[in-house]
């Protein structure tokens, strides 16, 4: 009896220790939303009343519009991007045994492991030497910056790829090549249709990791030019206005119907 008094109690402390845990992460993301609709021309409390015009507000400014605009083009393209590279690579991580596999595999998860502001010095002194040395330019360009948040994006389409193959059973490809169909028609007509889910799941994480960059951004980006991330740093240093609270709300809203979508296809907690 008393060891079932006591499971119960471990198991009611580890239940309350959960989901003060889950509260402490979505507090934040709450405070957030109910911000976003006072009336307070000055972020206070308790609030005057309640508006949706800060939404207005924050799309009338151009910088706030400009920069979500320059976002969203820019994380389509690197997901995009990381996809045409990273999915050769989760298969022949997943698929195959050679020398140098594990040095691949570090090497293009290596993002996740070095600090942000460390990475995004090291792009832009790299543009920079190579301007330099051939006259191309990459920094302060579009394609600059794709390239940059395309090595953002790599290492989650990359990890959603490889649990995306760990499930899948590879003697139904052989048996296609047993058959004689070639490895392009395998490839197109067997291995696609069966990782398309992580194909696409990772392409949502891929946008995630890009549109909600700060860091890389920061150092890439040129005059006139800036993402959404940054305009909403150049503006908390004048405005306190809820302004910035709506534009956190859509960019929160819009990351995680990406995760909802991405958890769709690839169960992240298989993932992470």
């Known amino acids: 009896m008393k060891d079932v008094i006591l499971q119960k109690l471990a198991r009611g402390a580890y239940l309350s220790s959960v989901w003060l845990i889950i509260l402490f992460v979505l507090f934040p993301l709450a405070i957030t939303f109910w911000v976003a609709f006072f009336s307070n021309r000055i972020m206070s409390f308790p609030p005057e009343g309640y508006t949706s015009s800060w939404f207005l507000q924050a799309w009338s400014l151009a910088a706030f519009r400009d920069g979500f605009l320059l976002s969203l083009k820019v994380a389509i393209c690197a997901s995009l991007l990381a ?13 195959y045994r050679f020398r140098g596999r594990e040095m691949i595999n570090t090497i ?20 920079i030497d190579l301007q330099v040395r051939s006259n ?3 920094a302060s360009t579009f394609y600059g910056l794709v390239i940059a948040h395309t090595l953002i994006a790599i290492p989650w389409v990359l990890r959603l790829m490889i649990a995306s193959l760990a499930g899948l059973n590879p003697s139904i490809e ?27 799941a990772g392409a949502l994480f891929g946008f995630i990791a890009s549109f909600g960059d700060l860091e890389k951004s920061l150092l890439i980006v ?12 150049n503006y908390l240093q004048y405005r306190t206005d809820p302004t910035i609270m709506a534009v956190a709300t859509i960019q929160i809203l819009l990351i995680g119907c990406a995760l909802i979508i991405s958890d769709r296809y690839v169960r992240l907690s298989k993932t992470f």
């Open 136 to 138: 191309v330019q990459f």
């Open 83 to 95: 996809i045409l590279l990273a999915t050769p690579a989760g298969l022949a991580i997943a698929r």
């Open 222 to 233: 040129g005059p006139g030019r800036i993402t959404l991330p940054i305009s909403m740093l």
């Open 174 to 200: 052989e048996a296609s090549l047993s058959l004689g169909a070639g490895r392009l028609t395998t490839f197109f007509r067997i291995t696609f249709p069966m990782i398309r889910p992580g194909m696409t």
């Open 108 to 127: 293009l998860m290596s993002p996740l492991m070095i600090p942000a502001i460390v990475s995004g010095s090291a792009i832009y002194l790299f543009y």
